[in-house]
């Protein structure tokens, strides 16, 4: 879905939800919905671990807003807790959370996120 994200500019953002690290109070990450995009974004994460942020296809979310903010829940802590210990990162492109799978894989300057069916 590169295309998702071309040109210079996403438009209206809509703040859902702000994730603060427990540990660092000052790691906040928002989940935006940019809905001509049809994409939820995370905003925070490539100021405060310098890593892409994570792009949620609006489909997967909207249905099951309060399992993907869990998913991201998951991947910010573990990014946070590598970032506490200063061990590096890296997206595992295929994880579990719960009893459901799930993707990573870059599309522009996100990390795409899917479920696996």
Same mark, same amino acid.
């Given at each position: 879905?590169?295309?998702?994200? %071309? %040109?210079?500019?996403? %438009?209206?953002?809509?703040?859902?939800?702000?994730?603060?690290?427990?540990?660092?109070?000052?790691?906040?990450?928002?989940?935006?919905?940019?809905?001509?995009?049809?994409?939820?974004?995370?905003? %925070?994460?490539?100021?405060?671990?310098?890593?892409?942020?994570?792009?949620?296809?609006?489909n997967?979310?909207?249905?099951?807003?309060?399992?993907?903010?869990g998913?991201?829940?998951?991947?910010?802590?573990?990014?946070a807790?590598?970032?506490?210990?200063?061990?590096?990162?890296?997206?595992?492109?295929?994880?579990?959370?719960g009893?459901?799978?799930?993707?990573?894989?870059?599309?522009?300057?996100?990390?795409?996120?899917?479920?696996?069916?």
């Amino acid at each position: 879905m590169p295309e998702l994200f %071309g %040109g210079p500019e996403v %438009g209206q953002e809509i703040i859902i939800a702000t994730i603060g690290n427990q540990n660092n109070p000052a790691q906040v990450v928002k989940i935006v919905h940019v809905p001509e995009k049809g994409v939820f974004l995370t905003r %925070g994460i490539s100021t405060h671990f310098n890593l892409k942020e994570i792009a949620v296809p609006q489909n997967l979310m909207l249905p099951a807003i309060h399992e993907m903010t869990g998913v991201v829940s998951y991947l910010l802590e573990r990014i946070a807790t590598a970032d506490d210990l200063k061990l590096p990162f890296r997206y595992e492109p295929e994880f579990e959370v719960g009893d459901s799978r799930f993707t990573l894989h870059e599309s522009g300057n996100f990390m795409m996120l899917e479920r696996v069916e």
